[in-house]
């Protein structure tokens, strides 16, 4: 194992030492494998590379100051993994299976969850893709699953600081009654236009609004959109984004500590009438948004303005990173500790 500078980790790739598959054929799933290759044999008219059958999950494990190793709501991405894989016609994973798996993977590479402390994570990749050969417009009758994982630090190089967002009108990431609600590698292709053009204007990624007017917000790049304003924590309501599991804590959190909460359209006007605004997602939590430029109509909206985070999004913050390394209470049985 290499020598790694846990705090300093970047969102990326590092080769740990195993990852785990399973193949479901001839109508059911076999057996947990163990892998030590990271490449996967694949025939070349395999669905996934040539229709689009794939799905994929995003998820942590942490380690605790007790040295335990914990699962965030690991139910809720096993669900979602379900809901994508029945939104593209694929096999669904059942949940004891995507556990057992999910567990597998970690002890195996428990080495590699950073020490509590340093901000890093081990980050946890569950795919799903059709394996079949099938030449025409079909669902496979083959799929493997597979989840192999990596430490990582922030997905942000600023970490729980202001970023900068660009708003593009130019492409679309998902449209309403698309593929936006699965979590699906052909939205993330979508996005890439975006991002590209957001990072060459020196920007950290593109803020997506509704396909059909483009009146209303929808995501910020791979990240759920939320603003903060009259006490209230409020998160768009459309049928074009990914319901995002740490968006879904942060509303029932917010509640919790005594804010209310809006799931609605939110129009892009109101942009301006927000006192904090910002990104969230598993692999960022929260990025507080510093400032968003319209490349447009060259429209700026200020956030943070002492460069730093709102007191709001400071504390839906801690509380829920609070929650998922043990240091506080958790009071909606949302951890998972791994008997490993």
């Not at 335990?68 to 949940?95: C, H, T």
Request: charged fraction near 25%; aromatic fraction near 12%; proline fraction near 6%.
């Amino acid at each position: 194992m290499q020598d790694l500078n846990w705090s300093k980790l970047p969102f990326g790739y590092v080769k740990t030492h195993y990852n785990v598959r399973s193949v479901y054929k001839d109508g059911k799933w076999g057996e947990i494998e163990v892998s030590d290759s990271e490449h996967i044999n694949i025939h070349i008219a395999a669905t996934a590379l040539h229709y689009g059958q794939e799905a994929f999950e995003g998820m942590k494990a942490y380690r605790g100051k007790d040295g335990k190793i914990r699962l965030f709501r690991w139910d809720e991405n096993a669900k979602r993994l379900q809901y994508s894989a029945r939104g593209i016609y694929m096999a669904e994973v059942p949940e004891q299976l995507f556990f057992d798996m999910v567990k597998k993977v970690v002890e195996l590479n428990k080495d590699f969850v950073p020490p509590h402390g340093t901000g890093a994570s081990l980050y946890i990749r569950p795919f799903l893709f059709g394996t079949g050969p099938k030449v025409g417009v079909q669902p496979s009758d083959e799929y493997t699953f597979v989840i192999f994982v990596t430490p990582v630090g922030p997905y942000f190089k600023e970490g729980f600081n202001p970023v900068k967002i660009a708003v593009v009108r130019d492409s679309d990431r998902a449209a309403p009654l698309g593929t936006g609600t699965y979590k699906v590698g052909g939205n993330y292709a979508a996005s890439l236009y975006g991002t590209i053009k957001s990072v060459k204007a020196g920007y950290g990624a593109p803020m997506y609004l509704d396909a059909k007017e483009k009146k209303y917000i929808d995501e910020i790049g791979a990240a759920n959109f939320f603003g903060i304003k009259d006490n209230t924590y409020i998160t768009p309501e459309s049928p074009s984004i990914l319901p995002s599991i740490t968006n879904k804590s942060l509303e029932q959190l917010a509640a919790h500590l005594g804010y209310k909460v809006e799931r609605r359209p939110v129009a892009f006007d109101e942009l301006s009438s927000f006192e904090e605004v910002g990104a969230c997602g598993t692999a960022a939590v929260i990025s507080p948004i510093g400032e968003i430029k319209d490349l447009d109509e060259d429209v700026t909206y200020t956030y943070c303005k002492d460069g730093k985070a709102g007191p709001v999004s400071t504390k839906l913050y801690e509380t829920l990173v609070g929650i998922q390394y043990g240091d506080i209470e958790d009071p909606f049985n949302w951890v998972t500790i791994l008997d490993i």
